[in-house]
């Protein structure tokens, strides 16, 4: 955590893709405010929440994002030479990680936090000066930054595991800032009794225009909610162990998208055959869908990626329709890393999963039931070549060809400055899936000791939590795939996952394919380790990659230690207290010492 000297304020305010100068989400950047003079009325409080959102926007932290959560993973590859230009990310994808790599630096996510800590000490100073700021606009700002500090906090515990944890802004040199590093299980419990204190004085939702047409319409994903807030809450009980309180917010999630899907039908009156169509695919639960009267699919692609604000979105970071005419910032992260129209991308889809998709029977990630018919195989990564490029958010536009048995995906590829994709946090999919997973956690495990009347009971309470699982995870998979009347043929069958190893590795896979190049795999990978108390399923993944030897995979992943991220050599320069992860080396001529 490096030192930063807060005695000047700088209030950099979001562009995060909303077009009214007068937005909150688009406020222009303020020049050096002195502390004293700053802190006066609401306005000032909403520049520096606004510029939290804008640091997350920042293309080092959104990087990290990405880099985190998927480039360790079986998901990717490097894209030949094109790798090269970025030596850092070439070591990572080859497992030679040192604590001088820069993508080990965390910088940008402790700004975030320290702006977030400064809100909280000065608001309720605001609020006692300004009558415009009410106490329910402070109780929303308080839940609001609550939330995006512990987002922030989220990534880190989950990448390096123990980290320095603070809720006190660092406002003056004086400050003790060489924390040591607080044990993840606490961090965890602290984020969880943070956004539990807030939630109730959270924004439940915000106002709509009639015809959706209001640039403030997109507020209800592109800020935080009270949805957002319990989605984080649903994913941190889960990786607690807690699956009542996983499922318990998870719900409230899933019910709040329906309220608000019950109220847009009651304005649209959608026709009955659509109604119809609908219930046998989703069921009740509100996921986007594509226009079910025609054979061409990938409208779904371009409402939850491309345009934004969709309905099953819960929270994400949206960016201007037209940054190369606006002037605001583009999605500069997936431009790199995933490419655009003229930029060769840093990452490609792996052989691995292109294999998959080719493959006629036995598949690991995609099901064998659904055939060529998942959108995803097409919407995720393009596997027409040998190193298959990723499509989704580089692509502003995916239509699947679905006429014959072997549907066919033309591509539109954001120009190079012009990527506005989203970035999403949350969506509902990901919510029903963490569902899903706790349900299998729940269940009961039979084995050899156990007699036959013990499997009996176990069978009867797996039941429910069994067909639960099944409809969450199978309506997925239903949205996905390229049909517009399904068939059993077409769709999978409870049978085929009716025990609780069978439904456990469905659900799992289904997360994979469904949130494939989010920044969800290697945190998912983790959670799975963490839980089993073993690292087999990371080095069962890792050992799909072309690019790392299967004999190192073995060995280097025998230790849990192994799986987190070494800290950068930078931070333990400044801050003495933390301890060096010992999986990673410092990738220094010779090794790095600690001065008292």
Same mark, same amino acid.
């Given at each position: ?302 409402? =939850?990626? +491309?345009?934004? *604000? #969709? ?8 960016? &201007?329709?037209?940054? /190369? !005419? $606006? ?72 239509? =699947?060809? +679905?006429?014959? *048995? #072997? ?8 120009? &190079?400055?012009?990527? /506005? !994709? $989203? ?74 996952? +009716? ?98």
């Amino acid at each position: 955590m490096k030192k930063n000297y807060y005695h000047i304020i700088c209030a950099i305010c979001v562009i995060c893709g909303f077009s009214s100068c007068a937005d909150f989400l688009e406020i222009k950047p303020q020049s050096e405010i002195i502390l004293e003079d700053f802190w006066n009325e609401k306005a000032d409080v909403d520049n520096v929440v606004a510029g939290c959102y804008s640091l997350l926007q920042d293309d080092g932290v959104r990087r990290r994002m990405m880099i985190w959560g998927e480039a360790r993973s079986e998901n990717v590859m490097a894209n030949g030479v094109a790798i090269n230009g970025d030596v850092d990310l070439h070591n990572i994808l080859k497992e030679n990680i040192t604590a001088m790599n820069k993508y080990t630096t965390w910088n940008g996510f402790y700004d975030v936090i320290n702006r977030c800590n400064t809100v909280l000490k000065y608001a309720p100073e605001v609020a006692a000066k300004d009558p415009a700021y009410t106490t329910g606009d402070l109780n929303a700002t308080i839940a609001e930054v609550t939330a995006l500090r512990s987002l922030c906090y989220f990534y880190l515990i989950r990448a390096f595991r123990d980290v320095p944890f603070s809720r006190e802004a660092f406002t003056d040199d004086n400050q003790t800032m060489d924390l040591p590093a607080t044990p993840f299980g606490t961090v965890l419990d602290y984020l969880i009794e943070d956004l539990e204190a807030v939630q109730d004085g959270a924004v439940k939702r915000y106002p709509e225009s009639e015809n959706g047409s209001s640039d403030k319409d997109r507020y209800q994903t592109g800020r935080i909610t009270q949805d957002a807030i319990h989605a984080m809450l649903c994913e941190l009980y889960l990786w607690k162990g807690d699956y009542d309180n996983c499922i318990r917010y998870a719900d409230l999630v899933i019910k709040s998208k329906q309220d608000m899907e019950e109220e847009k039908e009651q304005r649209r009156r959608s026709s009955a055959e659509t109604k119809a169509l609908l219930k046998v695919r989703l069921g009740d639960y509100p996921l986007v869908y594509d226009n079910l009267t025609s054979t061409t699919f990938g409208e779904a692609y371009r409402e =939850i990626f +491309a345009t934004g *604000s #969709s309905k099953e979105t819960v929270f994400e970071l949206s960016y &201007d329709k037209s940054p /190369s !005419s $606006s002037g605001l910032p583009a999605n500069s992260a997936v431009v790199s890393l995933y490419g655009g129209s003229t930029r060769t991308p840093l990452l490609v889809g792996s052989k691995y999963l292109k294999e998959d998709i080719e493959a006629t029977s036995q598949r690991t990630v995609y099901e064998d039931a659904n055939k060529k018919l998942d959108a995803r195989m097409y919407t995720n990564c393009d596997a027409t070549s040998d190193a298959p490029r990723i499509r989704k958010m580089a692509s502003s536009r995916i239509s =699947i060809n +679905a006429s014959t *048995s #072997s549907p066919v995906a033309t591509y539109t590829t954001y120009a &190079d400055n012009n990527n /506005s !994709s $989203s970035w999403i946090f949350y969506r509902l999919p990901d919510i029903m899936l963490m569902k899903a997973e706790a349900l299998c956690e729940k269940m009961r495990s039979t084995n050899e000791e156990t007699t036959a009347e013990e499997d009996s009971i176990i069978a009867a309470y797996n039941k429910p939590l069994l067909e639960k699982a099944f409809e969450l995870a199978n309506v997925v998979n239903k949205r996905s795939i390229c049909k517009k009347d399904l068939t059993g043929a077409d769709t999978l069958q409870f049978a085929n996952y +009716a025990s609780k190893d069978l439904m456990t590795k469905f659900v799992k896979r289904e997360r994979q394919r469904e949130l494939m190049y989010e920044g969800k795999r290697w945190f998912d990978l983790v959670r799975y380790s963490l839980r089993a108390g073993n690292t087999d399923e990371v080095i069962e993944a890792v050992g799909h990659r072309e690019d790392v030897n299967k004999g190192f995979v073995q060995n280097f992943f025998k230790k849990m230690d192994a799986i987190f991220w070494p800290y950068n050599i930078d931070e333990m320069k400044v801050n003495r207290n933390l301890v060096p992860n010992p999986s990673f080396s410092s990738g220094e001529n010779s090794s790095y010492e600690k001065t008292n």
